[in-house]
């Protein structure tokens, strides 16, 4: 069984900082791709930075220069570095892991930025 489990999420006033960590758990076979998807009230969940098996890494354009992903491939862990936050990244942050067989989701960190 297959376990992604978020944590690093919190309430940070805008312009401070965050680090999202995803930590994948069991019988894990070959994995294509590791990413952070966020979703907003009333909102689709979109891309917000993945990481490919040999580091390719892709954006979205909203988080380019503040955001940065990176794979700890031994602890099977992918963080996200969250810098000058601002309200509307306001958001449920996810997981997800593609590999091989099949994708797998976590169940998702609250990151809130307000002052």
């Known amino acids: 069984q297959v376990q992604l489990v978020e944590s690093g999420g919190g309430l940070v006033q805008p312009g401070g900082s965050l680090r999202l960590s995803c930590v994948v758990s069991g019988n894990i076979f070959s994995i294509l791709f590791m990413g952070w998807y966020r979703q907003a009230p009333g909102k689709q969940r979109d891309l917000v930075a993945s990481i490919t098996n040999i580091g390719t890494t892709n954006y979205a354009d909203s988080v380019k220069g503040r955001f940065t992903i990176s794979r700890d491939g031994g602890k099977n862990t992918v963080y996200l570095q969250m810098n000058s936050l601002k309200p509307e990244d306001t958001a449920v942050y996810y997981c997800?892991?593609?590999?091989?067989?099949?994708?797998?989701w976590g169940q998702g960190t609250q990151v809130t930025v307000s002052s």
């Open positions: 997800k892991l593609i590999t091989t067989r099949r994708e797998y």
